[in-house]
């Protein structure tokens, strides 16, 4: 018996559905929502991974640089130093993610049609972690005695590189 009934208009987001936020990139996943209902809405946080469009027999990916700047490495597929046998991890004698994730806020009023509210830029990793700083969304209400500010939530990211970080909804200007 299947005790879970499937939404017939899934799924509420698609790549497709969002514009990029690198300049160059496509939207291949969105991943690991962390859910929540603000100021009457659905809210999600969400895991975009985006990687550039791939060329016949080419595979890219994106890196960061020792500048901290986002570059693009590509490859002939048939290099005998290339390993593509997993789709997330590229290896070419080390290994490189195949692609860059951040996160980004989505908002719904009817808990079906998602959009992207103004005000809120994407959360990218910093540092040498860079792609690899962002795995997971977590959302949590605080109390006022444990929260900086009871009126909005509390949101952590989390890595499996790195400690958790956090930051907190601010209200949309304008």
Known sequence: MDIAKRFPQNPLLRPADLKPGIKGMEITCL????VFRYNGKVWLLLRVAERPAQVEGKI???????????????????????????????????????????????????????YEPGGYPPIFGKGSWGPSALKTAVVVWMTASASPSPKFPNL?????????????ISPVRG
């Open 31 to 34: 991943l690991n929502p962390g």
């Open 60 to 114: 890219s990916f994106p890196v960061y640089n020792s500048k901290g700047e986002i570059e693009i490495l590509s490859f002939d597929k048939d290099d005998p130093d290339l390993d593509a046998s997993d789709p997330r991890v590229i290896n070419y004698k080390k290994d490189y993610l195949t692609t860059l994730s951040y996160l980004r806020l989505v908002c719904s009023d009817d808990g079906i049609r998602f």
């Open 156 to 168: 952590a990211w989390v890595s499996d590189l790195s400690a958790p970080e956090a930051g907190r």
